[in-house]
């Protein structure tokens, strides 16, 4: 039985995570990183799992593994990994990743330095404050009748679809960014906007907004560079689908549900990233 009181060390390398080699996602489990002998730059406490205190580390960019451990892309552990340890992950993912990036102030140039008792970097120069940054993402499931539009983009695995989404811009509601992404990815007209859910997404500091939407009007047609194909699809003829860990295949589930269909003999990929 695991000590209860060693904490759970998520150590970064750049954008993978170190993990065992021994095929099971799991990170170390130690009292403290200097145990594992990792030579890290920085570590902040991002909360429990499994009653373990959960650390963020950043690991020098030159540093090799310790024995029996590798590391890994975050994106390769979509299959077989639980939800809340992939939420953990990404939360030490997007910490790491603002540190990185906040090391100094983006107004004056000075070094910043950790705010106690909060998450924020400060400037010695200037005192200006810095606190991680989250690019809200629109993601949308539209109906038409008893279809549903799904997509291929070009970073997905071969044969995988699934559903839009595209970034807020400046000076626009996330329901106006759902009828915008809509129009420029697929060339359709979208109203009904209605929310769904939403889940925070570390690629690399997302959070995915879910809407459903219906159609109203227009010919399917795919923005190159952006979308490959898309087509629209009945609940008992759908084609591979995302991971379950993603808000996406819980949209696409939920449709599933309302036609009477049950979602986990939908397909899904058995490895790559999406």
Known sequence: MADQGQSLWFA????????????????????????????????WEIGNLDGHACWAVEVDPDAGPPAGLEFRDLRSFFFGVDEDFFGMAGRAKQIVGWHTTHRFCGRCGGETERVPGELAMRCTRCGMMHFPRLSPAAIVLVKREDRILLAHSPGFPQGLYSVLAGFVEPGESIEEAVVREVREEVGIEVTNVRYFGSQPWPFPNSLMIGFTADYTGGDLAPEPGEIE????????????????????????????KQQGLDPEELKTPHSGPV
């Open 12 to 43: 970064f390398q750049g954008e993978r995570l170190l993990v065992f080699e021994d095929g099971t996602v799991r990170v170390p489990l130690a009292d403290s990183p200097e145990e594992l002998d990792l030579d890290i730059r920085f570590r």
């Open 229 to 256: 194909d898309a087509g629209w699809y009945t609940a008992d003829d759908l084609p591979q689908l995302p991971p379950k860990i993603s808000i996406a295949r819980a949209m696409i589930d939920d449709f599933a």
